[in-house]
């Protein structure tokens, strides 16, 4: 009988690839959430519904959830015992490939991620590829591979990532973030450690400070970007050079993210020769992150809007918000106007002044509502606590989703670019806008 898997939240941005490469792999798929309705799925195959269905479940054999559903969900209760985390799930459809790259980080998981694909399939290799965004070289956002290798994203905000059983791993950053599973940043900086040291191969990002520091203990660790490491970076102004050739990504942590990439993947070819040459290995490389094609809400160009350049991302941790805001600037010269959705009142109650300054590199910002994320309201919490906190001159303030069309373009559009910033609904509120 065809193995078959529900998902209670599947129009999840961890859940939703993770379906779709069950499906590669021979799955019947079903699932619910409110999502669905604003997504164009195109899967006549697959059993999807905007509500719980509880009645649905016993028609699956797995019955899959993420940390994002509640524990008094309908369905969740429905399925008792037999409700499965993603990561389990994930780490069950990893089992039938004999090697795993595993990328964790508090930011930037999933571009790299997808890099990492993009570069073993340019150098010949056909990884699966699971990540939670869509990369745009990938129709469906996943790739089954041909069943030996596999490359995927994990999620530290759960520390579900500790149950990874990959054996090559790629430590990208540690920020402080997710406060409301560890408690402090040393409990997150920890779980890192716990991470880095259950690999059998770990590439570590030697000039990230949130990793400085941790006794990492894998059989073999390899760092980069520092000087004096295996894979140095070597920087001129905001441009970095790997063997005197300019890595072609923009801004400091991107530039970083690719050269982690580039690193595991020759790590892990002169542990396993999967190639049979690589004298051109690292031309190949670099060659393969100047033509990436991108991932959606990654720095996306997506239209423009009476004449001006419009640019979405999924930022939405100060860090974040100030690399990208640094990398459009780089990118294209002009004056930034940011639109902003803050996600998750934990996090906005954790970060409001870090958010207020990342911000306040843009020319203009204007604050939507705070996105929950299914969290319940803590007092006082909200967009408005952010722009309280913006620098006086910031120009712009809170605007409700109705006003966006009237706020997209202040000052008339002279000569700047707008950037949709957030995890939450506002890069479907600035498409539709767009679209219209």
Same mark, same amino acid.
């Given at each position: 009988?065809?193995?078959?898997?529900?998902?209670?939240?599947?129009?999840?941005?961890?859940?939703?690839?993770?379906?779709?490469?069950?499906?590669?792999?021979?799955?019947?798929?079903?699932?619910?959430?409110?999502?669905?309705?604003?997504?164009?799925?195109?899967?006549?195959?697959?059993?999807?519904?905007?509500?719980?269905?509880?009645?649905?479940?016993?028609?699956?054999?797995?019955?899959?959830?993420?940390?994002?559903?509640?524990?008094?969900?309908?369905?969740?209760?429905?399925?008792?015992?037999?409700?499965?985390?993603?990561?389990?799930?994930?780490?069950?459809?990893?089992?039938?490939?004999?090697?795993?790259?595993?990328?964790?980080?508090?930011?930037?998981?999933?571009?790299?991620?997808?890099?990492?694909?993009?570069?073993?399939?340019?150098?010949?290799?056909?990884?699966?590829?699971?990540?939670?965004?869509?990369?745009?070289?990938?129709?469906?956002?996943?790739?089954?591979?041909?069943? =030996?290798?596999?490359?995927?994203? %994990?999620?530290?905000? /759960? @520390? !579900?990532? *500790?149950?990874?059983? +990959?054996? #090559?791993?790629?430590?990208?950053?540690?920020?402080?973030?997710?406060?409301?599973?560890?408690?402090?940043?040393?409990?997150?900086?920890?779980?890192?450690?716990?991470?880095?040291?259950?690999?059998?191969?770990?590439?570590?990002?030697?000039?990230?400070?949130?990793?400085?520091?941790?006794?990492?203990?894998?059989?073999?660790?390899?760092?980069?970007?520092?000087?004096?490491?295996?894979?140095?970076?070597?920087?001129?102004?905001?441009?970095?050079?790997?063997?005197?050739?300019?890595?072609?990504?923009?801004?400091?942590?991107?530039?970083?993210?690719?050269?982690?990439?580039?690193?595991?993947?020759?790590?892990?070819?002169?542990? =396993?020769?999967?190639?049979?040459? %690589?004298?051109?290995? /690292? @031309? !190949?490389? *670099?060659?393969?992150? +100047?033509? #990436?094609?991108?991932?959606?809400?990654?720095?996306?160009?997506?239209?423009?809007?009476?004449?001006?350049?419009?640019?979405?991302?999924?930022?939405?941790?100060?860090?974040?918000?100030?690399?990208?805001?640094?990398?459009?600037?780089?990118?294209?010269?002009?004056?930034?106007?940011?639109?902003?959705?803050?996600?998750?009142?934990?996090?906005?109650?954790?970060?409001?002044?870090?958010?207020?300054?990342?911000?306040?590199?843009?020319?203009?910002?204007?604050?939507?509502?705070?996105?929950?994320?299914?969290?319940?309201?803590?007092?006082?919490?909200?967009?408005?606590?952010?722009?309280?906190?913006?620098?006086?001159?910031?120009?712009?303030?809170?605007?409700?989703?109705?006003?966006?069309?009237? @706020?997209?373009?202040?000052?008339?559009?002279?000569?700047?670019?707008?950037?949709?910033?957030?995890?939450?609904?506002?890069?479907?509120?600035?498409?539709?806008?767009?679209?219209?």
């Amino acid at each position: 009988m065809k193995e078959s898997a529900y998902f209670i939240g599947l129009g999840g941005s961890g859940m939703l690839p993770l379906a779709r490469l069950a499906a590669l792999r021979g799955y019947r798929i079903g699932g619910s959430d409110p999502r669905l309705a604003s997504l164009s799925l195109d899967r006549k195959d697959w059993e999807v519904f905007t509500e719980p269905h509880p009645d649905s479940l016993k028609k699956y054999s797995t019955i899959v959830y993420s940390s994002a559903i509640a524990h008094d969900h309908p369905e969740r209760q429905a399925a008792g015992e037999r409700a499965l985390h993603r990561m389990d799930f994930l780490l069950e459809l990893a089992r039938g490939y004999s090697l795993q790259l595993a990328v964790a980080g508090t930011h930037g998981k999933t571009g790299t991620t997808s890099l990492l694909g993009w570069m073993l399939r340019e150098i010949g290799l056909d990884p699966a590829i699971l990540v939670g965004g869509a990369p745009l070289y990938l129709p469906e956002g996943v790739s089954a591979g041909n069943g =030996q290798l596999i490359v995927y994203e %994990t999620d530290e905000s /759960d @520390a !579900s990532f *500790l149950k990874s059983r +990959a054996q #090559f791993r790629l430590c990208l950053n540690a920020d402080r973030d997710h406060m409301e599973t560890y408690g402090d940043f040393a409990s997150l900086r920890q779980a890192f450690l716990r991470f880095g040291s259950a690999a059998q191969t770990l590439v570590i990002n030697a000039a990230d400070p949130g990793l400085s520091g941790l006794a990492f203990q894998a059989p073999r660790t390899i760092f980069y970007g520092a000087a004096d490491s295996l894979y140095p970076a070597s920087w001129q102004g905001e441009d970095l050079y790997y063997n005197g050739r300019k890595i072609e990504r923009p801004g400091r942590e991107l530039s970083l993210n690719a050269l982690g990439a580039l690193a595991l993947i020759k790590e892990l070819i002169k542990e =396993q020769g999967l190639l049979p040459s %690589t004298a051109d290995l /690292d @031309a !190949s490389l *670099l060659d393969a992150i +100047a033509s #990436f094609p991108g991932v959606s809400r990654r720095l996306e160009f997506i239209g423009q809007l009476s004449g001006v350049d419009v640019y979405d991302d999924y930022g939405h941790h100060p860090t974040e918000i100030a690399a990208v805001i640094a990398a459009l600037r780089r990118k294209t010269g002009r004056r930034i106007c940011v639109f902003f959705q803050p996600h998750r009142y934990t996090r906005t109650k954790e970060l409001f002044r870090e958010f207020a300054r990342s911000l306040s590199l843009a020319d203009f910002v204007y604050l939507l509502p705070l996105y929950s994320a299914g969290e319940e309201p803590l007092e006082g919490v909200n967009s408005e606590l952010i722009a309280a906190h913006l620098p006086k001159g910031c120009s712009g303030g809170v605007v409700q989703p109705e006003e966006l069309s009237g @706020a997209l373009l202040p000052d008339g559009g002279h000569n700047y670019v707008v950037l949709s910033l957030g995890a939450g609904s506002i890069s479907v509120m600035v498409r539709d806008l767009l679209n219209k």
